[in-house]
């Protein structure tokens, strides 16, 4: 594995002291509401800004999170949350709504593919 110390987090304590606990990705990770992470992921349906996956592989992504949340998360509410359609579209409204200006092109053309 090639990484660097600050995208590693040990245990201080304890018999696995010393040993790597977690690895983070710092490139994609933000400090945001509950309510934005309260969802799937919007890659989950999108392999790209213009190209869908497959819905298999949506599925597939889906039923591992629920599995994972299961897992770790302790509130019931929010498994029931993220599986909610009508919370997951406005949690895909956010983020369109907090895209960079930069993309706005690519937001006006999911907004007319994805508009009902």
Not at 7 to 16: K, V
Not at 72 to 77: A, F, K, N, R
Not at 88 to 93: D, G, I, K, L, P
């Amino acid at each position: 594995m090639q990484g660097h110390r600050r995208n590693m987090i040990f245990a201080t304590e304890g018999p696995r002291a010393g040993r790597i606990v977690a690895v983070i990705d710092w490139e994609m990770a933000a400090s945001v509401p509950l309510w934005s992470l309260v969802c799937y992921p919007a890659w989950f349906g999108q392999a790209g800004y213009f190209s869908k996956r497959d819905p298999a592989e949506t599925q597939l992504f889906k039923d591992t999170y629920i599995r994972e949340l299961q897992k770790y998360v302790h509130d019931s509410l929010i498994l029931r949350i993220v599986q909610n359609v009508k919370a997951e579209s406005r949690r895909r409204f956010a983020d369109a709504a907090i895209l960079p200006w930069d993309t706005a092109d690519s937001m006006e053309k999911w907004l007319s593919e994805n508009h009902r």
